[in-house]
């Protein structure tokens, strides 16, 4: 599918498919979404609540790299030792990496953003000490983690353009893989996908989203 680049709201950019009218990130602001929706209320609403600064975190969707860039950028001003893994069945092309400003705009070198996405697929690198990548070309429905993940970014594409990937399958897939305890985060509202993460599980609790977006979800996997 053909991707453009699209400015947002707070001057970031992100990439517009045509085809589905659909962005990978918030039309209001790539970087404020971000920010708000996997920094604030996942990473940190986790480190909050845990005393552990050693974080499994699994992504649903690498994309453009901003949740992870962001992630590592915390480490460098936080005692964080992360172990990141991002899935992703259709990775970007350099040529499309090397538009985005999210570098520029943060006020920090563009060496970790590139060297995320220049590390090889499916084999574990280390970003810095304190960051640890593992990038999978696959399909969610494909992941068989097992109680080994603290928190995940579930940043899939919106359930009006793939509404499979918003299933109680995929869900189950999302609560076996995560440690009792664990969290997950989306920036999604929506019922059906509230509904789904219940029926398996999870307590879901709707909090203010990022700008543009007046919800989001947080979900935890209860300790039996």
Same mark, same amino acid.
């Given at each position: ?57 699994? $992504?649903? &969707? @690498?994309? #453009?790299?901003? =949740? ?10 936080? !005692? +964080? ?28 070198? $563009?060496? &970790? @953003?590139? #060297?995320?996405? =220049? ?10 000490? !304190? +960051? ?48 009792? !305890? ?43």
């Amino acid at each position: 599918m053909k991707r453009s680049i699209l400015k947002t709201g707070d001057g970031s950019y992100t990439l517009h498919i045509a085809e589905w009218n659909e962005q990978y990130h918030s039309k209001h602001g790539a970087i404020a979404e971000a920010l708000h929706v996997f920094i604030k209320e996942g990473l940190f609403y986790w480190t909050d609540n845990n005393s552990s600064k050693d974080i499994s975190i699994l $992504e649903i &969707g @690498f994309g #453009t790299g901003l =949740n992870a860039f962001l992630t590592l950028l915390e480490t460098e001003t936080h !005692n +964080f030792n992360i172990t990141y893994t991002g899935v992703e069945a259709y990775p970007l092309e350099v040529s499309e990496i090397e538009t985005l400003n999210y570098p520029e705009l943060l006020n920090t070198s $563009e060496e &970790g @953003f590139l #060297t995320l996405h =220049n590390t090889p697929w499916e084999e574990k690198s280390s970003i810095s000490d !304190n +960051f640890h990548l593992l990038k999978n070309k696959m399909y969610f429905s494909e992941i068989t983690l097992d109680s080994s993940i603290d928190l995940i970014y579930f940043d899939a594409f919106g359930i009006r353009v793939q509404a499979d990937l918003w299933t109680e399958e995929i869900f189950q897939l999302m609560y076996n893989a995560l440690k009792p !305890n664990g969290v997950l985060v989306t920036y999604a509202a929506n019922g059906n996908a509230r509904r789904a993460m219940q029926a398996v599980g999870f307590s879901v609790e709707r909090i203010p989203g990022p700008p543009g977006k007046k919800e989001m979800m947080r979900a935890t996997k209860l300790e039996l």
